[in-house]
């Protein structure tokens, strides 16, 4: 057995809390993620759910280091950078990267699509030159599924589902080692989710990708993901192969969550079970 | 069978600076008193623009090039501005796509159900409030007071989803259109949302048009469907048919697009390009139709 890509144990956050504010001390601060462990693989595909307020997000953003944790140890390919400061992270940030739920607020309106995804290229040394960055991006978007003509577009010009090809495109073309997909398919309709998800699932296998996909809504994780991390209130009720954790959940709350998704079929009955 | 309440015929809408290219395509939809009918398509399919045109708010660069929307019999389109805005009060409410935008943000919730109340219905502020607090009992909100004295920052997305159904169904309207109200929110407070709006449904007779880019959503809570694509009705049938036996190409293909866990290899299947390229080629057809019948 290889190491872990990632390995996470006791982990805990607390942030200042938005609600309080005294007069002349810092803020009180409250736990959000309470102690917790678990280890992604390298190639993995782990989804993690839960509700909204479950603290994913948090959870993403504390593993590659946006957030400081308050508690526990992170190590990423065998080195701990629980406590690493920015400088320090700088050789890794290159390796982990990460697409956010809503594309428009996370593009720069002013930059063309090709620039996008050549600028990181050139910061990161990954490419030598502009057209070395240029030619880079222009074989990523095609890889996104993107026509090249659409290098020249700027984000307002593209729909739900192309921004968030752009968005994958300009993660992946750093060839990251890890990946962390923040509710990326949240806001699409039913049939560009489907074409996203099929987009990570080639993706997954031609790049060997490692990534964290955290979604809301457990029914899209069930094709691309190979373990499934269930939150609430900032701990994880279970964490479990895909499969088995659809087919026998284990924790109750996996149980609701997965009664809860409505199937595209008729069942009179759906509506007033509990 | 009773006549439909709402009977949206053969409406076409389009941009004013391009009337050549039609946002809504003849679309024809009816709904009957006391049936829960779903709309539903992809983004950009016109959905939203269905239901404005009901509520005769579509955005001013957009206009009516022809058809008629009849509200209990009379057209909407051709009416008096008066009578129509009278008319479309009195009988049908708009559950809006995002609870936030609907609800002033710097107004208690109490201020803003009691307005509707005193227009609508011409009562008093203190009956307004008594007739609020009921329907904030109706919708299962266990401590009214609390949410009337609330801005709707202070509120849960399912409470203000909550209290906007309340709000619909206030002035016991013949037409409720729903658009994707529960898109937003997680799958267990949607489950209660759309189990309380079809409680409601229910209990009131109302006629709903429940507007969705969800498929399972339409096969829990409607009866009817209409299927959307470029503005342009592709299928129109019950649910039953709709599930068992799919007319439409794209039906299908929106039916295999939709996650199951159950059957997860063929889930989740994007819309094959060929699909999207047949139905264009139908509704280009019907276009030059429509524009030779139009010279
Ligand atoms: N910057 C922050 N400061 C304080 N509390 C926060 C902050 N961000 C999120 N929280 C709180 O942490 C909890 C988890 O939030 P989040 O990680 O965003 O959950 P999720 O992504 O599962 O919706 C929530 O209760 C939220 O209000
Ligand atoms: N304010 C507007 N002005 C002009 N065109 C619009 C406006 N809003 C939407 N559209 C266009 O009308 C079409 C239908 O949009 P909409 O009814 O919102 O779709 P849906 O609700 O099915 O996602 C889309 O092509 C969209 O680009
Ligand atoms: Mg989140
Ligand atoms: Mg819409």
Redesign the pocket.
């Known amino acids: 057995m290889s190491a872990p890509l990632f390995s996470v144990e006791g982990l805990s956050v607390a942030l200042p809390d938005p609600n309080r504010k005294p007069l002349f001390r810092p803020r009180p601060m409250v736990e959000i993620l309470h102690e917790i462990g678990f280890e992604i693989a390298e190639g993995e595909v782990v989804g993690v759910v839960g509700e909204s307020g479950s603290g994913k997000t948090t959870l993403g953003r504390t593993l590659v280091r946006l957030i400081d944790p308050t508690g526990g140890a992170i190590h990423f390919a065998g080195t701990d950078i629980t406590h690493r400061d920015d400088n320090a992270l700088r050789p890794l940030r290159r390796d982990l990267q990460v697409i956010f739920q809503d594309p428009l607020s996370s593009l720069n309106p002013r930059l063309t699509v090709g620039r996008t995804i050549a600028r990181p290229l050139l910061f990161h040394g990954v490419a030598a030159s502009a057209s070395e960055a240029h030619d880079l991006a222009a074989a990523t978007l095609e890889i996104v599924g993107l026509p090249p003509a659409f290098s020249a577009r700027y984000p307002h010009e593209l729909s739900g589902g192309q921004r968030q090809r752009v968005g994958i495109a300009r993660a992946i073309a750093l060839k990251p080692r890890f990946v962390l997909a923040d509710e990326i398919v949240s806001g699409l309709d039913v049939s560009s989710q489907a074409q996203i998800l099929s987009l990570l699932e080639r993706l997954k296998s031609e790049l060997k990708l490692t990534v964290l996909f955290i979604s809301h809504d457990l029914s899209v994780v069930r094709r691309l993901c190979d373990r499934v991390i269930v939150m609430r209130g900032g701990r994880i009720l279970e964490n479990r192969p895909t499969g088995p954790l659809f087919d026998h959940p284990e924790h109750p709350y996996t149980a609701e969550l997965k009664a809860a998704i409505p199937l595209p079929e008729i069942d009179p009955d759906w509506l007033a079970a509990t | 069978m009773s006549a439909p309440f709402l009977d949206i015929a053969d409406l076409s809408i389009a ?1 004013k600076a391009e009337p050549n290219h039609r ?1 809504l395509r003849s679309v024809s939809l009816n709904v009957a008193p006391g049936e829960v009918h779903g709309l539903v ?10 239901g404005k045109t009901i509520f005769d708010i579509l ?1 001013h ?2 206009t009516v090039l022809a058809g008629s929307v009849r509200l209990g019999g009379q057209d909407i389109l051709t009416m008096r501005h008066r009578d129509q805005r009278q008319l479309i009060a009195h009988t049908s409410a708009l559950i809006p796509q995002d609870p936030l935008t609907a609800l002033n943000p710097v107004r208690r919730i109490a201020g803003q159900m009691t307005d509707r109340l005193t227009a609508i219905l011409g009562l008093s502020r203190g009956a307004a409030r008594d007739r609020a607090l009921q329907l904030l009992n109706e919708v299962h909100i266990a401590d009214p007071e609390r949410v009337l004295a609330s801005y709707p920052h202070q509120l849960s997305g399912g409470m203000r989803q909550r209290v906007l159904i309340a709000s619909a169904f206030a002035a016991e309207p013949k037409l409720i259109v729903a658009d994707e109200p529960t898109t937003a929110l997680d799958v267990t407070v949607q489950k209660q949302i759309l189990r309380l709006i079809a409680e409601m449904q229910e209990r009131h007779g109302t006629a709903l048009l429940f ?1 969705t880019h969800d498929l399972g959503v339409v096969a829990k809570i409607c009866r009817k469907v209409t299927v ?1 694509f470029g ?1 342009s009705v592709v299928e129109d049938t019950d649910a039953e048919s709709l599930f068992a036996q799919p007319k439409h190409p794209y039906t299908a293909a929106l039916i295999a697009a939709t996650p199951r866990y159950d059957r997860p290899e063929d889930s989740l299947l994007p819309v094959p390009a060929e699909v999207i390229e047949s139905t264009w080629q139908e509704i280009r057809r019907a276009d030059a139709a429509w524009a030779e019948a139009r010279r």
């Open positions: 941009l946002l398509g992809e983004s950009g399919a016109g959905k939203t623009m269905i955005p660069a957009v507007i959307l503005g």
